[in-house]
């Protein structure tokens, strides 16, 4: 398994919580940290990233903020994780094969990819297939059945309060 970084999580929740703005709103980044309680600078790094993959939209100024740039069903959990950790691959096959006592000189004997990548990678793109399966609209409808009225009720308030 992948390990995310925690800039993931945090995308994932920021966009999460604006599908919840009304039309034409927007949401001020310090708005954001301070729901999630997470430094704002740390927060602002990882909204011009979603911002830079065209997920959000960035509204400047001091009336400014952030609000969703698609549908969120047009918004894949890979866009938001490739947004913020990248498209590279997560495995990386540095051949040590070659490097084993008494292994070949022979280049010819290393012509295929290594078995151990072509399974990694694989497996990789069963992940992000995974992912690319599922939207920000997924998270919309398992927050509708699995967050609790009071805590719903919460989060309407606080973005009632501060959206612009």
């Not at 995308?11 to 919840?20: D, K, P, V, Y």
């Not at 039309?23 to 990233?49: D, I, Q, T, W």
């Not at 047009?74 to 913020?84: Q, S």
């Not at 690319?132 to 009632?160: P, Y």
Request: glycine share 8%.
């Amino acid at each position: 398994m992948r390990r995310l970084s925690d800039g993931v999580e945090a995308a994932l929740h920021c966009m999460l919580l604006l599908t919840g703005l009304d039309e034409g709103m927007v949401l001020p980044g310090k708005s954001l940290a301070e729901f999630h309680g997470v430094s704002e600078s740390y927060l602002l790094k990882h909204m011009r990233a979603l911002a830079a993959r065209q997920l959000v939209e960035a509204a400047p100024g001091p009336r400014g903020g952030y609000r969703l740039a698609r549908a969120p069903a047009e918004i894949t959990l890979l866009d938001i994780v490739e947004a913020i950790d990248g498209s590279g691959p997560a495995f990386t096959c540095r051949e040590i094969r070659r490097r084993a006592p008494g292994a070949s000189t022979d280049p010819c004997a290393y012509k295929a990819d290594c078995f151990i990548k072509t399974r990694m990678l694989s497996a990789e793109a069963v992940w992000r297939d995974a992912l690319r399966r599922q939207s920000l609209a997924d998270l919309v409808a398992d927050g509708e059945s699995m967050i609790g009225q009071t805590n719903r009720q919460a989060i309407a308030a606080f973005l009632k309060a501060e959206q612009r």
